[in-house]
């Protein structure tokens, strides 16, 4: 599948939509504007791609809504070669936002179906990062500490282990909460025994599997 220019036209009228939803970072919107999110996509839905929605992409999982995907990415206030962590590869969308911003990203699935099929396609659009199958929750504590940690999927509560592999003056942003709605929250580590931890409106994401989940 090609990208057309009238992807790109597509592509320019949904980076307009988000920055009047208040995105202004202009790493973040020339991501949405570069990357061929309709590749991202099954077929049945590549016509909507540039639609601001989120999409099934398989294993009871979706693609986030570009807004909320430019949002959680506005949060980290990322820097060029920062050591990032993603939990919930997915479609790998979102890691190619993190990568185009040249962020050294580490991204770990729990559906195994998604972390081969993510972990082939991704290189052959040239994003290129780390991938790893497992539980989320425990983070990769092997690579820790992160300079920023990004969770893409509904957790009940803020994973310890997470802020443990967190830096010292990192950022993580997760949404949090349990059912359909979650919050999303900014945790700032101050120090190795202090947290400052924000709210930054509500989300609907799939939530985050565990040990205690059944999953391939």
Same mark, same amino acid.
């Given at each position: 599948?090609?990208?057309? +220019?009238?992807?790109?036209? &597509?592509?320019?009228? &949904?980076?307009?939509?988000?920055? %009047?939803?208040?995105?202004? *970072? ?6 949405? *504007? ?27 999982? #979706? ?15 990322? *820097?060029?070669?920062? %050591? ?29 179906? &998604?972390? !081969?099929?993510?972990?082939? +396609?991704?290189?052959? &659009?040239?994003? @290129?990062? *780390? ?32 802020? !443990? ?23 700032? %580590?101050?120090?190795? #025994?202090? #947290? ?6 509500? +989300?609907? +994401? ?6 205690? #989940? @059944?999953? @391939?």
């Amino acid at each position: 599948m090609k990208d057309t +220019f009238r992807h790109k036209g &597509l592509r320019q009228i &949904l980076v307009d939509k988000i920055r %009047k939803k208040g995105i202004s *970072n202009e790493s973040v919107l020339n991501m949405i *504007n570069e990357i061929p999110r309709h590749l991202f996509l099954d077929n049945a839905f590549v016509q909507f791609a540039y639609q601001d929605k989120p999409f099934p992409i398989g294993a009871g999982q #979706t693609i986030s809504q570009p807004y909320t995907v430019a949002f959680q990415t506005q949060l980290l206030e990322l *820097n060029p070669y920062e %050591k990032v962590l993603e939990v919930g590869t997915g479609s790998g969308y979102q890691a190619a936002v993190l990568i185009g911003m040249e962020a050294n990203v580490y991204t770990i699935e729990r559906q195994k179906e &998604l972390f !081969q099929k993510t972990k082939e +396609f991704l290189p052959e &659009l040239g994003y @290129n990062c *780390n991938f790893y199958y497992g539980d989320g929750y425990k983070g990769l504590e092997q690579f820790a500490p992160f300079d920023k940690i990004i969770v893409t999927c509904g957790a009940p509560t803020i994973p310890e282990d997470l802020i !443990q592999q967190l830096k010292v003056g990192g950022r993580m942003v997760a949404p949090i909460g349990e059912g359909d709605v979650q919050v999303m929250k900014l945790i700032e %580590k101050i120090s190795e #025994t202090e #947290t400052k931890i924000t709210t930054h409106g509500k +989300f609907s +994401f799939v939530p985050m599997l565990n040990d205690k #989940t @059944n999953g @391939n």
